[in-house]
């Protein structure tokens, strides 16, 4: 029977296989506080898109002007900078340090300082028990299994709103280069909607969820890539003169005028559930 355990193990199954390349946590960490500067730049180009997303969960009611808001994996403030200017009061959540101080040097320069508090801490080390009107992540590994989807639930008072990759999420770059140094495809998000959202249906929730797809071409410097993905791929273990050479050669095959093209195409779901609104169980 398809229920919420065969969905939670074939979550946890699915999420397996992705990690068997995944690094230790803490090695994001640092890789992120690294480059927290650069990619805040990026999100700002994609600006448009996650004020469209916000737009759109504000209309459909699941996001109120005045709610206390839980972003979980904040980042440098993607979602928390337009949803405070809102008027939600968002606390942002992060364990990467340099990526608060991105979002607060932002919500400090737009003014927004009094709609946005920032967490240092990890999403499994907070209480499970309601705290905020609404818990929302996007794209965030935090959210990962069926205890963690749950908890969601358990912190919010109102409304949890989930956003995760449903199908294509590719960066040309990346993909190359893992083909270049290891012969396969680059490790995939541990996130893919269809999980979150049977479970819930099997729990009797009916999650509102609408699909949005977006591309991009990124032009980087050429130092920049180099160094970003010389960092990344040790993240992964793999490293050394030989990988930085290898990656070195590859990226200013492709540049032009010092500078190389990031290619990404992402379909994402934004899915949002109210709490208190549960279909019972059937036996």
């Known amino acids: 029977m398809y229920n919420a355990e065969f969905w939670a193990k074939a979550w ?40 469209d997303i916000i737009e759109q969960l504000i209309a459909q009611g699941a996001v109120k002007p005045g709610d206390s808001l839980l972003d979980i994996g904040c980042g440098p403030g993607t979602y928390a900078l337009p949803l405070a200017a809102k008027g939600v009061k968002v606390t942002g959540l992060d364990t990467a340090s340099q990526m608060l101080s991105a979002l607060q040097h932002k919500a400090d320069k ?56 449903a199908g294509q999420h590719s960066l040309t770059l990346r993909r190359l280069l893992w083909e270049r140094l290891r012969g396969q495809a680059p490790p995939g998000p ?26 991009q071409d990124q032009q980087e410097p050429l130092d920049y890539l180099i160094e970003h993905y010389t960092r990344y791929f040790t993240v992964f273990g793999i490293s050394g003169p030989d990988i930085e050479a290898s990656i070195r050669d590859f990226l200013e095959s492709r540049a032009v005028d010092g500078l190389c093209t990031e290619q990404s195409a992402t379909t994402v779901g934004i899915m949002w559930w109210k709490v208190t609104e549960k279909l019972p169980q059937r036996t």
Not at 22 to 43: C, G, H, L, R, V
Not at 200 to 208: A, D, I, M, S, V
């Open 110 to 165: 737009a003014g927004l300082s009094a709609h946005i508090d920032c967490l240092h801490a990890d999403w499994n080390d907070l209480a499970a028990k309601p705290a905020y009107d609404i818990t929302f992540a996007a794209k965030s590994p935090a959210i990962d299994d069926y205890d963690s989807l749950m908890k969601m639930i358990k912190v919010a008072r109102k409304v949890c709103c989930l956003i995760g990759f």
């Open 190 to 215: 541990s996130f893919n909607i269809i999980y979150p959202l049977n479970i819930l249906y099997q729990e009797g929730y009916r999650p509102n969820l609408t699909f949005y797809s977006y591309s």
């Open 12 to 51: 946890d199954e699915y999420r397996q296989t992705v990690r068997k390349q995944s690094p230790d946590p803490q090695a994001w960490i640092e890789f992120w506080n690294s480059f927290a500067s650069s990619y805040t730049k990026n999100t700002n180009t994609n600006r448009q898109t996650h004020q």
